[in-house]
């Protein structure tokens, strides 16, 4: 259940590190784009397919919407680690409702 989140948080920590405090000469452009998009994929790619089955059966306004929307918004004007940190956040908050739910079951 936290693979996807674990994958994510790597990528997006040695993105980070890269970016702020070890800059290397390759890690810019397409590269640095493809990085953090490899990075919002684990977590990311879920809640686009939800949101998608979700606007196919007439259920537009959903959360899954919301952050799909947040996210690629976040990645279109440049911000990168942000957009994957609010997916991370919002996946990991799944998981720990969907434990919680199957405790209290």
Do not use: C
Request: no cysteine.
């Amino acid at each position: 259940m936290f693979l996807p989140a674990m994958i994510s948080v790597v990528l997006m920590g040695s993105a980070i590190i890269i970016d702020n405090y070890i800059p290397l000469s390759f890690f810019k452009g397409w590269v640095r784009t493809l990085w953090y998009v490899a990075a919002y994929l684990p977590v990311g790619l879920p809640v686009l397919k939800d949101a998608a089955k979700a606007m196919v059966r007439g259920e537009v306004f959903t959360e899954f919407l919301l952050m799909s929307i947040a996210t690629i918004g976040a990645f279109a004007i440049g911000e990168f680690p942000e957009g994957v940190a609010v997916m991370l956040f919002y996946a990991v908050g799944e998981v720990f409702k969907h434990l919680l739910s199957n405790v209290q079951n």
